[in-house]
């Protein structure tokens, strides 16, 4: 299997979808399993894409092409290979939630359920709760699997997840977003969680209940952290945050003023997902998601020759915004201390990084 995995990487990364194609339908010919072909080959080299990216080795427009390459490779697998005949499964819709667009662990699960015997409506990328809802209202599934892979989106998966309960559907959560052990997912209220698609699959063979009653009750009164409004204001505060605080940074560093427009835009981003993840640890009332993210962002720095401390002047500028929202004030400081604790060297500042 190791070999299939270098002869996919290899293909992959040179853009060669052909190549790719051809290997996979070798292993289908040779009698692998489609679903071996697809959790162990595919999947594994998909997770060495983002690891490469990551580390620097390859650049965002290189991820993005593995990436469809693997999509459309998975397209021609399902083409080329069917469920086993007298298998009577449930009716699965597979979505990702609104704002999610990395859909390709969705494709995969909703190709495993289907091998397994299951029927499967796909959505694909980006839902929005609206029109899932309108959707499940019209096709009546037996379970929705809701598929996110950023916790930034967590409060909109809490959405669609009390909006698919409230339709009477169990729904089934699973993605990096609800973390490795589904706490996000139990948080949420989701039926169940699993931490890929072959667990999925048996908590399908399992069965689901239906919700009762309670799932039509307003989903934030299982977050009561969240009367005190901090959440609110981080998360409708962005823009100004984000503007703030990048002014904020022009005064400190003055090298900032001869960065050029991308370089000004690339650091506006980079404040905005730091923004993002304060609002979705703020939500959840869990630290360590505020943390990690900044923890993995200074890996990503230093992969690149940046840093970690690069960030710090823009976290302190946020205590200075945010300084009478205890829980915010105490994620940054938090935040604040994990940097300093891995990184002793002097800030550089580096475009696009002076957040």
């Known amino acids: 299997m190791a070999g299939a995995r270098d002869e996919l990487w290899d293909a992959v990364d040179a853009r060669d979808e052909l190549t790719a194609a051809r290997g996979v339908f070798a292993l289908l010919d040779s009698g692998l399993a489609a679903e071996d072909i697809l959790l162990e080959v595919i999947a594994p080299v998909q997770r060495k894409v983002g690891a490469e990216w990551a580390a620097g080795r390859i650049t965002v427009a290189q991820e993005h092409a593995a990436t469809a390459i693997h999509e459309r490779v998975i397209a021609a697998l399902a083409h080329r290979s069917a469920p086993p005949s007298g298998l009577t499964g449930v009716t699965v819709t597979v979505a990702c939630v609104e704002g999610e667009w990395h859909a390709l662990p969705a494709r995969i699960l909703a190709e495993t359920l289907r091998l397994r015997g299951h029927t499967v409506d796909y959505l694909g990328a980006q839902v929005p709760t609206p029109h899932l809802v309108a959707h499940l209202h019209r096709t009546a599934p037996d379970v929705v699997a809701l598929s996110s892979s950023l916790p930034t989106r967590l409060p909109t998966a809490h959405a669609a997840i009390a909006a698919v309960r409230a339709t009477g559907v169990p729904v089934l959560a699973g993605g990096a977003a609800f973390a490795a052990d589904g706490r996000y997912a139990r948080l949420l209220g989701a039926d169940a969680w699993a931490a890929d698609a072959r667990e999925a699959a048996g908590v399908l063979s399992r069965g689901l209940p239906r919700p009762g009653p309670e799932a039509a009750r307003p989903a934030v009164e299982d977050l009561p952290h969240l009367d005190d409004q901090e959440y609110t204001n981080?998360?409708?505060?962005?823009?100004?945050l984000v503007r703030g605080t990048l002014a904020g940074l022009e005064q400190r560093l003055p090298e900032m003023l001869s960065y050029s427009e991308t370089q000004r835009e690339r650091t506006a981003?980079?404040?905005?997902?730091?923004?993002?993840?304060?609002?979705?640890?703020?939500?959840?009332?869990?630290?360590t998601l505020f943390t990690g993210f900044l923890d993995w962002t200074g890996d990503i720095l230093e992969a690149r020759g940046v840093p970690a401390r690069v960030l710090l002047p823009g976290l302190d500028l946020l205590r200075q915004e945010l300084k009478d929202f205890p829980r915010t004030l105490d994620l940054?400081?938090?935040?604040?201390?994990?940097?300093?604790a891995r990184?002793?060297?002097?800030?550089?500042?580096?475009?696009?990084?002076?957040?």
């Open 234 to 240: 981080v998360s409708r505060g962005k823009r100004r």
């Open 343 to 355: 990184d002793p060297r002097p800030t550089i500042p580096g475009p696009g990084t002076a957040a």
């Open 269 to 287: 981003e980079d404040l905005a997902h730091i923004v993002d993840f304060l609002a979705a640890a703020l939500y959840t009332d869990d630290s």
């Open 332 to 340: 940054l400081t938090q935040g604040v201390d994990v940097l300093r």
